[in-house]
Every structure is written in C-alpha cells, then in structure tokens.
T-cell receptor, first 113, second 118 residues
C-alpha cells in the first residue's frame, strides 16, 4: 500500500533557525517525491521534486530535500527560516502505474520573530 | 503563468441542495483536470480525474452520481455536489495538467473551495 506520513502537524521555529519538516513514504514501486507549499487562500505551489536523478534536490526559496531510499524518507530543510516561510507544507508521492498523487496530511510551519 | 482558479472560494448551503464548484485554467489549456478533497487534518485525496470531452474516472469509493464532474472545455471543469449533506463538508481542490505535458505529475493546483453543508 502507498502512504505518506508527515511527522508533526505543526512545527514552530525562530526566524533564522533551521527548518526541518519530516516526510516518510511507503511505496511498492520507485516513487517520484514532491514537496508543495500552500499559503493562505492560495493553491499548492511546487517547492521541489525528486525524479530519480540526484538524491539531494534543491528547490525554490532556499529549500532542499534529500531522498534516502534506505530510510524511505524525503525530509525538507532550509538552513535559515524567514517569516515569509510560514505556510502549510505537503509531501507527496506520485506513482506512474497509478497515475496519481498520494499526499501527506500537511505540516503547518510557524516562524517566530 | 500556469494559474488555476476556483470559484467560489467558500460556500455554505443547506442539506439537500446541490452546489457547483468551478475550476478554471486561466492562462493555459488543460487536457486533464483532477479533483481532490481534504478533510480537516487529513491528506488531500484524489476523487476523480477528467479528460476534456470524456467522462471522468472516479476513485474507488467516490460516488459518481453524487459528485458530478464535467470537463466540457480545455479551460473549465466543474464539480457538482448533488443533494449535499453535512458529511460532504470539506475542502475541495482542483488541479490541471497542461496540454502537451507528458507526465500526469505535472499538475497546477487551484486555491480550493471550502464547502460547508448545514
């Protein structure tokens, strides 16, 4: 069965601190992995995606994620949080054989001044 | 570019009425549109996939007579929740795949519609 687990529905960091949002997945086939961000009243915006090339993927706004097959993880990081990073983040797996996304339940990131 | 809009953003209706939600691709043609729903503190779940001019393909457990999907043009898909009940209250999100894109994973998402059924 396919599933995506995001540990922590809410994460709070101070401005300038490291951001770490966790994502683990289970998949019966090699997946494509994605991180999306959603700002209030806006659609999901693609942050980055892993498509079986480099395991360390760099995205927009200084975010990056590392695919670790042995840990079935795809955690999202950013070295230094900005106030503008406050949003909800979704991890997702896309499986070609099903032609569909499986999303995690989201993590709301709060950035404290 | 690649903007998807949804209308309305919020809707409140009485139990038993029908509600239509529109999803539009504003600056591109969308051959495929997807409808998701999200319950509080849960994942987005795919409800159905629609290709322009064809009948929608529904995911297992989604009632096609309850959730009517129309994708009559390359820029518009509609989701009609018929005879809505309180358990249909949810956040509905659409996404669109641009004409000519190879992969189904290249989707652009709308901002969502919050449906509350009283």
């Amino acid at each position: 069965a396919q599933s995506v687990t995001q540990l922590g529905s809410h994460v709070s960091v101070s401005e300038g601190a490291l951001v770490l949002l966790r994502c683990n997945y289970s998949s019966s086939v090699p997946p494509y992995l994605f991180w999306y961000v959603q700002y209030p009243n806006q659609g999901l915006q693609l942050l980055l995606k892993y498509t079986s090339a480099a395991t360390l993927v760099k995205g927009i706004n200084g975010f990056e994620a590392e695919f670790k097959k042995s840990e079935t993880s795809f955690h999202l990081t950013k070295p230094s949080a900005h106030m503008s990073d406050a949003a909800e983040y979704f991890c997702a797996v896309f499986l070609d054989n099903f032609n569909k996304f499986y999303f995690g339940s989201g993590t709301k990131l709060n950035v404290k001044p | 570019g690649a903007v998807v809009s949804q209308h309305p953003s919020r809707v409140i209706c009485k139990s038993g009425t029908s509600v239509k939600i529109e999803c539009r691709s504003l600056d591109f043609q969308a051959t495929t549109m997807f409808w998701y729903r999200q319950f509080p503190k849960q994942s987005l779940m795919l409800m159905a996939t629609s290709n322009e001019g064809s009948k929608a393909t529904y995911e297992q457990g989604v009632e096609k007579d309850k959730f009517l999907i129309n994708h009559a043009s390359l820029t518009l898909s509609t989701l009609t929740v018929t005879s809505a009940h309180p358990e249909d209250s949810s956040f509905y999100i659409c996404s669109a795949r641009e004409k000519g894109r190879k992969s189904y994973n290249e989707q652009f998402f709308g901002p969502g519609t919050r449906l509350t059924v009283l």
